[in-house]
């Protein structure tokens, strides 16, 4: 697990990369926000804050991806005084020849053993690459701005930044070696970024641990009192194909998979008082080669979304709920497989000021297995991540930033 000094790494390969590129070097974006006019209420960061936002999500980092936006971000801290180290992360699966990928770490100072608070999110986004556009006209809280990341979660890197800067350039009383920030690769698809980073805490020089840990994620600018967990599985059915004129000389896959999938859905699959009801959803069905003939084979992918039980174990009681209802659908028709899961997770949600959110995706707090008190915070909404239409609002940035340095000085006195 090897972390490297950002400045004999990083610089010569985004030289490297620039000289190949033909496109617009990022120094060289001519930053739309900062040739608008702005309203009078503008707070005094928010140039800084929409400059670094809209380069961040004018690069693509769909996961695998992520080598150029590390870099800018790299150099981004570096020039705004942070010591930076990167950590390799080895490429996806799937994306085994993707240029280098690695996790940013920042601090203040000499680095530390320990810290009073970590403030991280990720770096990557879902495809397909949305570019940046703001709304014209004079700027205010109420400008609309567009593209990938605004809000999942490059909103949370910028303001979590900006919100850093600030703080320690107008709060005196504030030690900036208390900080270490941490942005990661691949959250949205394995975690590979932070669990990465999580298995080397203890073989880091020095070891790193901090008291507690901010999670930067669209919570619609609420605190977030946690978080469901997730299973994520795929079943097979096997039939017997046939003519379509004689099903009952087959047995149709198709038929069994969607017996049990429907019993599944009307299934209880377990509730809680803080987490609501554990969901279930069939994300892929495959079936079946023609209308003409019986399926001898069916499959899907499905996840649920788990509302019950322990952080590490409580997806396990619901995989074993689907796989009993698969045995009794037929107990000899079905295969099930689950590559991963966890139970739902709670986070600090007492802090004077906040509302309070209770949201159903994933993050990455299940990926960061230390001893440390979590929040979860962002400006922008789940319901508008990952769709053709992300967006956020310049006031939910802003209101991110002044609400991120309140939960980074709670975290401090706590």
């Known amino acids: 697990m090897h972390w490297a000094s950002a400045t004999s790494i990083v610089f010569p390969a985004l030289l490297a990369l620039c000289a190949g590129q033909q496109q617009q070097p990022l120094s060289e974006i001519e930053h739309s926000g900062s040739s608008q006019h702005a309203s009078a209420d503008a707070p005094s960061y928010r140039d800084e804050l929409l400059q670094l936002l809209e380069t961040l999500v004018s690069v693509p980092s769909a996961n695998g991806e992520e080598n150029e936006v590390g870099q800018f971000l790299v150099d981004y801290l570096e020039q705004a005084g942070y010591q930076v180290d ?57 400008t609309l701005i567009k593209g990938r990341g605004t809000t999942d979660a490059k909103g949370s890197v910028a ?65 977030a009192c946690g978080h469901k967990g997730a299973l994520f599985c795929s079943a097979v059915a096997k039939g017997k194909d046939a003519h379509s004129g004689y099903p009952e000389m087959g047995k149709s896959a198709n038929e069994l998979m969607i017996k049990a999938m429907n019993k599944i859905i009307e299934t209880d699959l377990g509730y809680s008082p803080l987490f609501g009801n554990t969901t279930f959803n069939v994300g892929r069905f495959e079936g079946g080669v023609a209308s003409n003939v019986v399926p001898a084979k069916a499959f899907v992918d499905l996840s649920a979304r788990v509302a019950v039980g322990s952080e590490k174990e409580g997806h396990k009681d619901v995989q074993q709920k689907i796989w009993d209802i698969l045995q009794e659908t037929d107990a000899e028709a079905f295969t099930f497989d689950c590559t991963h899961g966890y139970g739902p997770y709670e986070c600090n949600c007492d802090v004077e000021g906040f509302e309070s959110i209770v949201v159903n995706y994933g993050t990455d707090i299940p990926n960061l297995d230390a001893d440390y008190v979590r929040y979860l915070y962002g400006p922008g909404s789940i319901l508008v991540a990952h769709g053709d239409h992300e967006h956020i609002t310049v006031g939910d940035l802003e209101k991110a930033v002044e609400d991120y340095q309140k939960l980074i000085l709670h975290a401090l006195s706590s």
Do not use: C
């Not at 940013?104 to 397909?128: F, M, N, Q």
């Open 159 to 223: 303001t979590q930044i900006v919100a850093v800067n600030h703080l320690l350039s107008t709060n005196k009383n504030v030690n900036p070696e208390d900080i270490i920030l941490l942005f990661v690769v691949g959250e949205e698809t394995t975690g590979d970024g932070m669990r990465f980073f999580s298995d080397s805490l203890g073989h880091m020089s020095p070891p790193l641990s901090f008291e507690s840990a901010i999670f930067g994620e669209p919570t619609e600018n609420k605190l």
């Open 86 to 142: 990167i950590q390799f992360v080895p490429p996806p699966k799937d994306h085994p020849d993707v240029p280098d990928r690695f996790n940013i770490l920042a601090w203040s100072g000499e680095r530390k053993p320990s810290y009073k608070t970590l403030v991280t999110s990720h770096i990557d986004v879902v495809p397909p690459h949305i570019p940046w556009e703001i709304e014209g006209g004079e700027i205010s809280k109420h």
